[in-house]
């Protein structure tokens, strides 16, 4: 999860939090689903499909949009270039 941040300070604490998600992920998933054993497991490796998804829908917004195929005034296109210029 960390090697997707460039430049993260606190590094140790970014850490930790993110143990204490996947820690508070893993005892929902056991209590909500008691008869789904890898549950847990299962949405763990969704993680990566998905976060390769996100790039490939931010890439094709991004061409839609340099295109003039959508409007320019969306909150998404917003967020979209709000997210581009701090990367």
Same mark, same amino acid.
């Given at each position: 999860m960390v090697g997707y941040v460039k430049f993260l300070e606190g590094r140790? *604490?970014?850490e930790s939090v993110h143990e204490q998600v996947n +820690? +508070? &992920?893993l005892e929902h998933t056991l209590s909500s689903h008691p008869h789904f054993l890898d549950? *847990?497991?299962q949405l763990l490796c969704w &993680?990566?499909?998905l976060h390769s998804l996100s790039a490939h829908a931010e890439d094709y917004l991004c061409d839609k949009n340099l295109s003039g195929e959508v409007p320019c005034n969306s909150l998404l296109i917003e967020m979209l270039h709000a997210k581009r210029a701090c990367s």
């Open positions: 140790q *604490f970014v +820690a +508070a &992920l549950r *847990f497991g &993680l990566p499909e």
